[in-house]
């Protein structure tokens, strides 16, 4: 059974850090695009960071990048996001993703930043 399981989640002030860490079991992230995605109170559900199974290569949206990074750890089947400067903008429901839309998730972690 695949269980994608997130941490890290919790309130910050504006200007904080915050890691993401995603660990899988029963799935080998390594053959996956991991990414990031983010949903709040009624919004949609975005993609915040890819990274590519095959060529590491890294995707933001454009909202966070310089401030977020993506970043996986094979050996320890686990992808993390490291959240720096935030903004109370970022607060949601962050969910951990492998393969797509169509792929796993796991059960989502919040973040709360407050100004």
């Known amino acids: 059974q695949v269980q994608l399981v997130e941490s890290g989640g919790g309130l910050v002030q504006a200007g904080g850090s915050l890691r993401l860490s995603c660990t899988g079991t029963g799935i080998r992230f390594s053959v996956y695009d991991m990414a990031w995605h983010r949903q709040a109170p009624g919004e949609q559900r975005e993609s915040v960071a890819i990274?590519?199974?095959?060529?590491?290569?890294?995707k933001y949206v454009d909202s966070v990048k310089g401030r977020f990074t993506i970043s996986l750890d094979n050996a320890k089947n686990t992808v993390y996001l490291q959240m720096n400067n935030l903004k109370p903008e970022d607060s949601a429901v962050y969910y951990c993703n492998a393969g797509g839309r169509l792929g796993f998730w796991g059960q989502g972690t919040q973040v709360t930043v407050s100004s």
């Open positions: 990274v590519s199974s095959i060529t590491s290569e890294t």
